[in-house]
């Protein structure tokens, strides 16, 4: 039987999210012409229909003081004619070894909602890391000062997005998107009908801002970075006066512990002596013994650790603390305010 080429492929795993997922063609259009390629799709095909499928996605992230690569599932779908057969399962864990091979240091997912949770954790061994609290970022200003010039620019200038990875990076366990993730976000923001505007102080890019009116007196603001407060505040008022509303919130990464903080996104670790290494390294006074368990797909993962003294070593003595892949991620990821901006999910 012949294969699929590229292009069937392509147009099959975008009928399957028109089927899982409904998503509008706009949207549709968007996705499939930007963000999709074939190295990033995982599919299985049976009587050369593509069945099951997802898009694994790598990442710049800021990590403990280093820029690490990092995966991210989008668009997980079975067919419902081909469900409950284990096919989801097949295409994750295809997921982390060809990510793993890559280079990815971890693996997020953000399941669609709450009852997905599960799901991910017993199909890929994540488990919750990443949470989000709102806070209220409204200014206090009458107009814009007078030394700021805030605009929606048009075109896709390189500016605009060394400006957006300049500052980005600054923020430890920061995922960062490169320049055509970064513009297909932009690009898909836009066609919703909501705010990306920038800011100028003296002519130089000082800032950017992505809002949306979320009801009649308040705006939520996705992502703001700025250089400096004043150039943030610029930006939120003319995105409040613009969308007309009174109050700006933005969902901001969360310790875990916070009230009101909410689960938002699972991990898990796809290279556990690199991940400690890594964590030994920002923390050189920490001390731990961990094994780690029940990877069957990178089974590389599985060892007693212990960390003293700037160094990880293998044990095969038992240690007080057995956990996942997905347990290591939330061990070291939960607490901490993780930065997943952008993710086109919402």
């Not at 939520?220 to 919130?249: F, K, P, Q």
Request: hydrophobic content about 40%; proline content about 5%; overall charge neutral.
């Amino acid at each position: 039987m012949p294969y699929l080429n590229n292009e069937e492929v392509r147009s099959q795993t975008r009928e399957l999210w028109r089927t899982c997922f409904g998503d509008p063609e706009p949207f549709l259009d968007l996705y499939f012409t930007r963000k999709y390629t074939p190295a990033s799709n995982v599919c299985i095909i049976h009587e050369r229909q593509v069945v099951a499928a997802l898009q694994a996605f790598l990442y710049p992230m800021s990590f403990y003081g280093t820029v690490v690569r990092v995966g991210y599932l989008s668009g997980v779908a079975t067919h419902p004619d081909h469900r409950g057969k284990g096919l989801a399962s097949r295409i994750i864990d295809e997921a982390h070894r060809r990510l793993a091979k890559a280079g990815a240091l971890m693996s997020f997912v953000i399941p669609a909602g709450e009852d997905l949770f599960g799901f991910y954790e017993r199909h890929g061994g994540y488990q919750t890391a990443v949470y989000r609290a709102e806070v209220d970022v409204t200014d206090s200003l009458d107009d814009v000062p007078p030394q700021f010039e805030v605009e929606e620019p048009e075109e896709e200038a390189q500016e605009i997005y060394t400006c957006y990875r300049n500052i980005r990076r600054r923020t430890d366990l920061a995922l960062c998107h490169d320049r055509a993730s970064f513009f297909t976000a932009v690009a898909a923001w836009r066609q919703e009908g909501h705010v990306f505007c920038t800011v100028r102080r003296g002519g130089q890019l000082a800032g950017l801002c992505f809002a949306r009116r979320r009801d009649e007196g308040q705006c939520e603001v996705a992502e703001a970075l700025a250089r400096t407060d004043e150039a943030l505040d610029a930006m939120i008022h003319y995105a409040r006066r613009r969308l007309g509303t009174s109050r700006a919130t933005m969902r901001v990464g969360a310790s875990g512990n916070l009230p009101g903080a909410q689960p938002y996104a699972m991990a898990r670790v796809l290279d556990a002596p690199r991940f400690l290494r890594l964590v030994q390294q920002a923390q050189p006074g920490l001390t731990l013994d961990v094994g780690i368990g029940g990877d069957w797909v990178l089974p590389a993962n599985n060892a007693f650790y212990h960390l003293e003294g700037g160094r990880l070593s293998l044990t095969g003595q038992m240690p007080p603390t057995l956990t996942t892949p997905g347990g290591l991620a939330r061990m070291f990821l939960a607490g901490q305010p993780v930065q997943l901006k952008l993710m086109m999910d919402e």
